[in-house]
């Protein structure tokens, strides 16, 4: 069966600071994979889906960025966070979707 | 673009009273479409899945349907209980590989 590793689990970050959010998968191979944030009182909103090594597809604008160095990894990056970068980061896969464990940043 | 819906954003009950959520979708070339439920402070817990080819799929006191040509899915739950209290999510995998999220449902059970 497949499992997602994702972490760390907390993250206090300071403005300015850059940030790696990991993710790998377990149980399958050539998975698709997805970034999702889920903002303070809002819903999870898709940020970046992969379908293959390399191949990375960004639903929104924004500060962060996404990679997928190897076919089981999903790495969401960010050069210098922003406050609005607080949230709740969801890893992903889909046909029956699996989640990590998520990852709370605060941004302060 | 493909977008998910879901009402009411909040709903209040009694204990022991059968409820519907609703999702609408605006694409009808999906693989999926699943609920799940959100605690507060925790991850997700996937509820029911049902494939495109499905009408429903039942697990315990939950029952969800799935109308691809309308756009809709109803998650019903039967006899709630104030351990259902959460917010109910509702997700589509669209054809495009893209998996989107409604807002959610957030439900109080009252005992």
């Known amino acids: 069966s497949q499992t997602i590793h994702q972490w760390p689990a907390t993250l206090v970050q300071p403005v300015g600071s850059p940030l790696s959010l990991e993710c790998t998968v377990e149980?399958?191979?050539?998975?698709?994979l997805y970034w999702y944030r889920q903002a303070a009182g809002r819903g999870l909103q898709l940020l970046f889906y992969?379908?293959?090594?390399?191949?990375i597809s960004s639903e929104v604008p924004q500060n962060l960025s996404a990679s997928r160095p190897q076919d089981r990894q999903f790495i969401l990056s960010s050069k210098k966070l922003l406050l609005s970068d607080s949230g709740f980061y969801l890893c992903?896969?889909?046909?029956?979707?699996?989640f990590g464990q998520g990852t709370r940043l605060t941004v302060v | 673009k493909q977008e998910v819906t879901q009402i009411p954003a909040a709903l209040s009950v009694p204990e022991g009273e059968n409820l519907v959520l609703n999702c609408s979708f605006t694409?009808?070339?999906?693989?999926?479409l699943q609920w799940f439920r959100q605690d507060p402070g925790k991850g997700l817990t996937s509820l029911l899945l049902?494939?495109?080819?499905?009408r429903e799929q039942t697990s315990g006191r939950l029952n969800a349907s799935l109308d691809k040509s309308s756009g809709r899915s109803t998650l019903y739950i039967a006899a709630s209980q104030p351990g259902d209290s959460a917010t109910y999510l509702c997700?589509?995998?669209?054809?495009?590989?893209?998996?989107?999220f409604g807002t959610g449902t957030s439900l109080t059970v009252i005992p």
């Open positions: 992903a896969t889909d046909t029956e979707a699996f």
């Open positions: 992969s379908v293959g090594i390399g191949q």
């Open positions: 149980g399958t191979s050539n998975p698709n």
């Open positions: 997700a589509v995998h669209f054809t495009g590989n893209q998996f989107y």
């Open positions: 049902i494939q495109s080819s499905q």
């Open positions: 694409d009808s070339a999906i693989y999926n």
